[in-house]
């Protein structure tokens, strides 16, 4: 919670802001991704508007205290022209500075625990043997600056869309690389994927081995627009090749096979060696969130939106929530808000916040499920996408030393584990070593990271 500051605290704050170590980064580029993705995270207003103005001349200068103290950066300052318009949108700071010769207003917000700024003041203090200078346009009381007011702290600590948005990125086509520069060991991957033209696509086309960077560049860091979910789709393992009794309908279908490519089925048995792990996660869990886990992991990870991220609304066949009902004592009742919330925390496929947000709509036929009759549930906007990992040596199932059906078991176990790791809820049906990922489009956040 956030604690206000009085006045009398003014001092303190300035001295404070004068002992602060800042680090200069002119021209923020932070992309223009909703980074508010949830609307319950206790920075979204500040990352939401570093994202709106993304295109415009602002200089931000971060904050850096000892790891003891927070493990992160703590604070920034915006600085704007003065008649610029997003200085009346500013989501309320800790202290505001003006320049009046310079025509500037600073915007500075802190991030910590306490009744005011003196309980991080006392916590604050110098590294060991490291030189702190500040910068002479750093915007500080005195000098050419005035300290026109004080506010609130912003929060406990800064939230993973800040942190996300002020560690900055560099562009690789159309996707954000946080971390630094992709190494060339993870780019210089040989890799082997298998891809078709849809979901609904029979045969599959396998590469041969080809680097993961050169795959990188010409299909996860592109997202053309399309309002169509079903498209291009990719298997991240091989697949073995049909026999005989295919080939006369490859040939009628006119199938083009480029040099060295195989076509196979997209079973599970037909898979041979897997390279990545992909993960999905529609149960509204906030991507920053896993964003920060994988980061901590020093996990190198490809983050993407879905098609319907964001998306309102839950759909349930009529027959897996009436046989729910009966089981619990509510055959013949009409759904209602408390009824199926109390279905989806039995599912236990949704974050708390969205089951807490659920509404029941109504039941009605819908031909885009494949038909039947559904419960229509009303939510909050529920974020969903992919997660991506490489595998550092590839998943070879006959290397595996168990029953093939064993070794697709064992995946499906380590996909289940890696989501428990990241405090993602998978759905088991999604652990299939033969699942099937589109690629991005319509994409409102495209992460990647390599520490």
């Known amino acids: 919670m956030s ?26 580029d932070v992309g223009n991704d909703d980074h508010n993705v ?32 927070t493990g992160e950066a703590f604070g920034f300052t915006i600085i704007l022209p003065a008649d610029h318009d997003a200085v009346a949108k500013m989501p309320p700071p800790t202290a505001r500075l003006s320049s009046a010769g310079e025509r500037k207003v600073a915007f500075a917000y802190f991030f910590g625990e306490g009744e005011d700024v003196s309980s991080i003041a006392v916590e604050f203090k110098k590294r060991e043997g490291e030189d702190w200078r500040l910068s002479d346009d750093m915007p500080l009381p005195g000098r050419s600056w005035t300290l026109d007011s004080v506010g609130e702290l912003v929060g406990a600590e800064i939230g993973p869309a800040l942190q996300i948005a002020l560690r900055g990125f560099y562009k690789l086509r159309d996707a954000k690389v946080f971390g630094g520069v992709i190494p060339d060991t993870y780019l210089a991957k040989l890799v082997r994927v298998s891809r078709a033209g849809s979901a609904e696509e029979r045969f599959w086309v396998t590469t041969p081995p080809i680097l993961f960077g050169d795959f990188l560049d010409t299909t996860l860091a592109r997202h053309p627009e399309d309002k169509s979910k079903d498209g291009p789709s990719t298997v991240y393992a091989s ?33 041979t060696v897997v390279y990545a792990m992909g993960l999905d996660c529609d149960s509204g869990l906030d991507p920053f969130v896993v964003f920060e886990s994988a980061r ?4 190198f990870v490809i983050l993407y939106a879905t098609h319907s991220h964001l998306k309102r609304g839950i ?20 759904p209602d808000n408390d009824s199926v919330r109390a279905f989806l925390r039995m599912e ?69 584990g890696m989501g428990a790791k990241l405090g993602i809820k998978v ?3 999604a652990t299939d070593c033969s699942r099937l990922f589109y690629d991005p489009v319509i994409t409102r956040i495209v992460l990647t990271i390599s520490l």
């Open 38 to 69: 949830t609307g319950h995270m206790a920075d979204a207003k500040i990352a939401a508007f570093l994202a709106d103005h993304a295109a415009e001349d602002f200089d931000l200068y971060l904050f850096d205290v000892d790891e003891d103290v």
């Open 427 to 429: 759905d088991k049906a």
């Open 348 to 416: 236990g496929k949704y974050e708390p916040e969205i089951i807490e947000s659920a509404t029941f709509v109504n039941i009605a036929f819908d031909d885009e499920k494949s038909g039947g009759m559904f419960v229509n549930i009303d939510t909050a906007p529920i974020p969903k996408f992919r997660l991506l990992f490489l595998l550092d040596e590839p998943y070879d199932i006959a290397d595996q030393k168990m029953a093939q059906k064993d070794a697709i078991q064992q995946w499906r176990e380590l996909v289940l």
């Open 315 to 334: 759909k349930v066949t009529q027959d897996r929530y009436f046989k729910w009902a009966r089981e619990n004592g509510l055959d013949g009742e009409e």
């Open 239 to 271: 697949l073995h090749p049909v026999g005989e009794a295919h080939k006369a309908e490859i040939k009628r279908r006119r199938i083009k096979l480029p040099t060295d490519h195989t076509i196979g089925l997209r079973t599970a048995k037909n898979v």
């Open 3 to 28: 604690e206000s500051l009085s006045t009398a605290n003014a001092a303190t704050l300035s001295t404070f802001l004068s002992r602060v170590v800042p680090s200069h980064v002119r021209s923020v």
């Open 296 to 299: 901590r992991l020093g996990l």
